[in-house]
C-alpha cells in the first residue's frame, strides 16, 4: 500500500449544475430522484452499483466502490440548471418523452422545483434553438460574469459545500482551437471584443473554473479542450474532463473493435447509421453540428485499431458515419452497423448489429458518474484533465501529444486502479503468478 493521501470528506450538499436541461439532464436528475425515493435502482451506474477488488483474490474484499471511495451520497445533491426554454424540468422532461408519466407523476413536484436560469445562448452555435430564457450583455465577458453570478448564489441559496458542472447542453458547430484560445489573457481579451471564436460553452466552462468548480463536458464541442482553459484548470487546482458521453454505438464500438483487435482479425469497413427523433437529433440534422459530432465519433476505431502497428489488418479501412433525424422514434434511437471482418486467409465475415437503445437512459447514470467522480477527485487533489474518466467519453481528452485511450477494457482497469491509487490500495496487473508459486 502507498498510504491514504489526504482526501476531504464529502461534508455537506453537493451542486449538481447542468448548462441544459434537455433530455439528458432531465434524466439524470428524475433518475436520482427516483432512486432517492427508493422507487428505482441506479442502472448503469458505477459509483452506485460496481463493485472494485482490493488485494489477492484470494482475500476476497471486493466492496462497492461507493463503499469504498468517499463519495457524495444521492441524498446530498442539489440541481440546478441553465437552458434558454423556459420549462422547468417536470415540462422539459415530459416534452423530452424519454419516461413514461408513471415515473414521472411521483416525482412531479421534485421537477417542478428545478427551473432553469437564463442561459448564455447565441443560436449562431446552436442554430436549430431559439429560446426567450436568455442572458443580455454588452460582451462575452459580461456574460461570463452573469453566470459567475449565478453559481454564486445557487451556491448560497441552497447552502452547499461543493459543486460540479456538467454541460448538458445542445452540440455547438465545430470551432477549432485558434490564438483566441492559446492563454486566458488571449480568451479574456477575446471575450471582451466578442469574438466568434468563444462558444458559449466555453464562457460556462470558464465561470465554473473561475468560482473553483470541476467542469465535464457531455458534448462533442471543444469546450474545456481549449489551451487555455486547460491551464486554467492547472492553476486553480480543479479537475477537467470530456468530450461527449459514451452512450449508444460509440460504446458498442469500443467493446467489438477490441475483441476484433485482440483475435488478430482484420477489418474492412465499418458502416454506422442512426435514425433518432430528439431534440439532440433535431440540431445534429445540421451540417455544422454535425460535423462536431463525427469528428468526436470517428477517431475511435483509429485509435482502438492502430493502423499504424498492424498494416495488414487495419489499414485503409472505410469508417463511415450517418445519423438521421426522423422524428417518430424521438430519444428511442435505433442504430445499425455492420462491419466487414477479414479472417484466416483473408476470408471476409460480416457482423451485424442492430442496437435498439433509448439515448438518455444510458446517458443518465454517466452523469451521476462523472459529477460524483470529479467532486472526488477534487478533494483528493487531483487537478487538469482526468484521462481516467475517459470510460464515459467518445473522445476523451489527453495531455497534449498522447494518445487518448478508447478500448473499454483499459479505461475501466484505468479507472479502477486510479480509485485504488488514490485511496493507498495495490494496483491489480492480473499478473497473478503469486497464486501458482
Ligand atoms: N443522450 C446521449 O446519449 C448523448 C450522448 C453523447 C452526447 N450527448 C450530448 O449531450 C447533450 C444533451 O443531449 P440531450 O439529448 O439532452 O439534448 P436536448 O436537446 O434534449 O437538450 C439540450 C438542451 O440544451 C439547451 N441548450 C442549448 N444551448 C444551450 C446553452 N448555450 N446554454 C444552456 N442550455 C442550452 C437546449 O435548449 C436543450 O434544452 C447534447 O450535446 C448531446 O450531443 C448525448
Known amino acids: 500500500m502507498s498510504g491514504k493521501p489526504d482526501i476531504r470528506p464529502a461534508t455537506g450538499r453537493l451542486g449538481v449544475l447542468t448548462p441544459g436541461l434537455g433530455a439528458v439532464a432531465t434524466t439524470f436528475m428524475a433518475g436520482v430522484e427516483s432512486v432517492r425515493r427508493g422507487r428505482s435502482k441506479p442502472i448503469g451506474s458505477l459509483t452506485q452499483m460496481a463493485t472494485i477488488r482490493l488485494g489477492k483474490r484470494t482475500e476476497n474484499r471486493s466492496p462497492l466502490i461507493r463503499d469504498f471511495a468517499p463519495l457524495a451520497r444521492l441524498d446530498e445533491l442539489v440541481f440546478g440548471a441553465w437552458d434558454p426554454f423556459p420549462d422547468n424540468a417536470l415540462k422539459a422532461a415530459r416534452h423530452a418523452g424519454v419516461l413514461d408519466a408513471r415515473d414521472i407523476d411521483p416525482i412531479a ?3 417542478e422545483s428545478i427551473v432553469p436560469m437564463p442561459a448564455v ?9 431559439n429560446g426567450t430564457n436568455v442572458k443580455k450583455g454588452k460582451t462575452k465577458r459580461d456574460l461570463a460574469e452573469q453566470l459567475r453570478q449565478d ?21 455547438e458547430i465545430y470551432i477549432k482551437a485558434g490564438p483566441q484560445h ?7 481579451k477575446a471575450m471582451e471584443r466578442n469574438d466568434d471564436a468563444i462558444a458559449p460553452s466555453m464562457l460556462y466552462a470558464y465561470a465554473a473554473l473561475m468560482e473553483g468548480v470541476p467542469f465535464c463536458n457531455g458534448a462533442p464541442n471543444l469546450t474545456v479542450d481549449m489551451p ?3 491551464q486554467l484548470a492547472q492553476e486553480k487546482g480543479l ?3 470530456g468530450k461527449d458521453f459514451k452512450t449508444g454505438q460509440t460504446w458498442m464500438k469500443t467493446v467489438i473493435a477490441p475483441g476484433l483487435k485482440a483475435r488478430m482479425l482484420g477489418l474492412a469497413g465499418w458502416y454506422s447509421t442512426n435514425i433518432l427523433g430528439n431534440r439532440d437529433g433535431e440540431v445534429l440534422d445540421d451540417p ?6 463525427e469528428e468526436s465519433k470517428l477517431s475511435v476505431l483509429h485509435t482502438i485499431l492502430q493502423p499504424e502497428l498492424y498494416p495488414d489488418l487495419y489499414k485503409d479501412f472505410s469508417h463511415v458515419v450517418r445519423i438521421n433525424y426522423y422524428p417518430p422514434r424521438g430519444d428511442n434511437k435505433e442504430g445499425w452497423d455492420n462491419i466487414d471482418i477479414v479472417g484466416w486467409m483473408g476470408y471476409p465475415m460480416q457482423i451485424k448489429v442492430n442496437f435498439l437503445c433509448r439515448d438518455s437512459i444510458l446517458a443518465a447514470p454517466i452523469v451521476l458518474d462523472l459529477a460524483l467522480f470529479s467532486d472526488f477527485a477534487h478533494r483528493a487533489g487531483m487537478k487538469g484533465i482526468q484521462e481516467w474518466l475517459s470510460f464515459y467519453y467518445k473522445s476523451p481528452m489527453a495531455a497534449a501529444g498522447l494518445q487518448p485511450e478508447h478500448d473499454l477494457f483499459i479505461q475501466q482497469t484505468k479507472l479502477k486502479n486510479t480509485l ?6 495495490e494496483q491489480i496487473t492480473h499478473l497473478g503468478l503469486e497464486y501458482y508459486a
Not at 182 to 188: D, G, H, P, R, Y
Request: aromatic share 12%; charged share 30%; with cysteine.
Open 288 to 293: 455544422a453540428s454535425f460535423k462536431t459530432k
Open 109 to 111: 413536484d421534485f421537477l
Open 121 to 129: 445562448f447565441d443560436n449562431k452555435y446552436v442554430t436549430r434553438i
Open 239 to 241: 479537475p477537467i474532463s
Open 228 to 230: 487555455c482553459l486547460v
Open 151 to 171: 453559481i454564486r448564489d445557487f451556491r448560497t441559496r441552497n447552502k452547499l459545500d461543493r459543486l460540479v458542472m456538467v454541460w448538458c447542453a445542445s452540440t
Open 420 to 425: 485504488r491509487h488514490l485511496m493507498g490500495e
Open 182 to 188: 492559446a492563454t486566458i489573457e488571449q480568451f479574456e
